[in-house]
């Protein structure tokens, strides 16, 4: 899930790196929007103003949240807290996630394309007991490195 851009990763979503490959996570542009909202424009122009609660975001006391912005790569937003540390929220592929359908589905499409299924998994363990060296069942007490010892 990236796309392609001419040349590092600038507001206006393109880069300095020939022809690199971005995330479509990416952040471009974020700010505070009261109440308790963030505006966020992702790399690929998909942008919206988003609740914290969609976010899942605390609404934090001891942070300046006016001063959010999105961090020189992308992948991570800044956001002061009143005593002037910055913060990285490194959330850029969670918060794309959490609002947009699309890059959801793709996701838990990926998870589920990895995951065995029951059938695939017990075709697995008959494959294995058939496959299985011999030298296997052959262990006996004296080879348990966790049991008890006569020694």
Same mark, same amino acid.
């Given at each position: 899930?990236?796309?392609?851009?001419?040349?590092?990763?600038?507001?206006?979503?393109?880069?300095?790196?020939?022809?690199?490959?971005?995330?479509?996570?990416?952040?471009?542009?974020?700010?505070?929007?009261?109440?308790?909202?963030?505006?966020?424009?992702?790399?690929?122009?998909?942008?919206?103003?988003?609740?914290?609660?969609?976010?899942?975001?605390?609404?934090?006391?001891?942070?300046?949240?006016?001063?959010?912005?999105?961090?020189?790569?992308?992948?991570?937003?800044?956001?002061?807290?009143?005593?002037?540390?910055?913060?990285?929220?490194?959330?850029?592929?969670?918060?794309?996630?959490?609002?947009?359908?699309?890059? +959801? &589905?793709? /996701?838990?499409?990926?998870? !589920? #394309?990895?995951?065995?299924?029951?059938?695939?998994? %017990?075709? +697995? &363990?008959? /494959?294995?007991?058939?496959? !299985? #060296?011999?030298?296997?069942?052959?262990?006996?007490? %004296?080879?348990?490195?966790?049991?008890?010892?006569?020694?």
């Amino acid at each position: 899930m990236a796309i392609e851009v001419q040349g590092t990763l600038t507001p206006d979503g393109t880069s300095t790196i020939p022809r690199a490959t971005i995330a479509v996570e990416c952040i471009v542009e974020a700010r505070y929007v009261e109440p308790a909202q963030m505006y966020l424009r992702f790399v690929d122009g998909l942008e919206g103003t988003f609740t914290f609660e969609q976010l899942r975001l605390d609404m934090v006391v001891d942070v300046k949240w006016e001063t959010v912005q999105a961090s020189n790569g992308g992948t991570r937003i800044e956001v002061q807290t009143n005593g002037g540390e910055c913060v990285l929220l490194d959330y850029s592929g969670d918060f794309r996630y959490l609002v947009d359908a699309t890059f +959801a &589905a793709k /996701i838990d499409q990926s998870i !589920r #394309d990895q995951q065995m299924t029951p059938a695939e998994q %017990e075709e +697995a &363990a008959r /494959i294995s007991m058939l496959t !299985r #060296d011999p030298r296997w069942y052959d262990v006996g007490d %004296e080879d348990d490195l966790f049991g008890e010892t006569d020694g």
